[in-house]
T-cell receptor, first 111, second 115 residues
Framework: RKEVEQDPGPFNVPEGATVAFNCTYS??????FFWYRQDCRKEPKLLMS???SGNEDGRFTAQLNRASQYISLLIRDSKLSDSATYLC????????????FGKGTKLSVKP | AAGVIQSPRHLIKEKRETATLKCYPI?????VYWYQQGPGQDPQFLIS???????DKGSIPDRFSAQQFSDYHSELNMSSLELGDSALYFC??????????????FGAGSRLTVL
């Protein structure tokens, strides 16, 4: 079983739609959680960190449920520019801090 | 603001050849990471360095080696290249956080094609 699992994609949605991505992680000792965005053939870029209390950044809301080892990302009022692959990322802690990536969920927002 | 610089951006090699990728982290970042992303795959962690010492090792093949130099730049050396080594290689850097909540900034990647 992969350490970080995400919804299978692709998600094809119209502009203005609300879309939710889910992610589960297997290591209960994981310490920090992120959503990264990756455009085709580009590097991953941090979208937002995910905190236990949930956090919001404009149209983006991230939630973490440690008990269920589950992370979510909600995008409201989706824009064409939101089209990308969204990577659920987990830091398993310790002194190294290396990140474990999910396979990513591809989002395509259509006019 | 300065970002993570990787070179070369594109590299074409033959099987069994050797390749070296370079990474210049964001100034004052003390940790460098290398990731490999194959076509349609998620980035796979290879190796990381903290203050010029190897800090963690992931799925890096024995044919690969890496080091971090006194100026904090890092090099990934790949020998006896195989077709399956064709991938996008990302370097990332961060400032080590004791809480483990490191935020990594990635370079634009080096695309290696092995023919």
């Amino acid at each position: 079983r992969k350490e970080v699992e995400q919804d299978p994609g692709p998600f094809n949605v119209p502009e203005g739609a609300t879309v939710a991505f889910n992610c589960t992680y297997s290591n209960s000792a994981s310490q920090s959680f992120f959503w990264y965005r990756q455009d085709c053939r580009k590097e991953p870029k941090l979208l937002m960190s995910v905190y236990s209390s949930g956090n919001e950044d404009g149209r983006f809301t991230a939630q973490l449920n440690r008990a269920s080892q589950y992370i979510s990302l909600l995008i409201r009022d989706s824009k064409l520019s939101d089209s990308a692959t969204y990577l659920c990322v987990v830091n398993q802690g310790g002194s190294q801090g290396n990140l474990i990536f999910g396979k990513g969920t591809k989002l395509s927002v259509k006019p | 603001a300065a970002g993570v610089i990787q070179s070369p951006r594109h590299l074409i090699k033959e099987k069994r050849e050797t390749a070296t990728l370079k990474c210049y982290p964001i100034p004052r970042h003390d940790t460098v990471y290398w990731y490999q992303q194959g076509p349609g795959q998620d980035p796979q962690f290879l190796i990381s360095f903290y203050e010029k010492m190897q800090s963690d090792k992931g799925s890096i093949p024995d044919r690969f080696s890496a080091q971090q130099f006194s100026d904090y730049h890092s090099e990934l050396n790949m020998s006896s290249l195989e077709l399956g080594d064709s991938a996008l290689y990302f370097c990332a850097s961060s400032l080590m956080a004791h809480s483990g909540a490191n935020v990594l900034t990635f370079g634009a990647g080096s695309r290696l094609t092995v023919l």
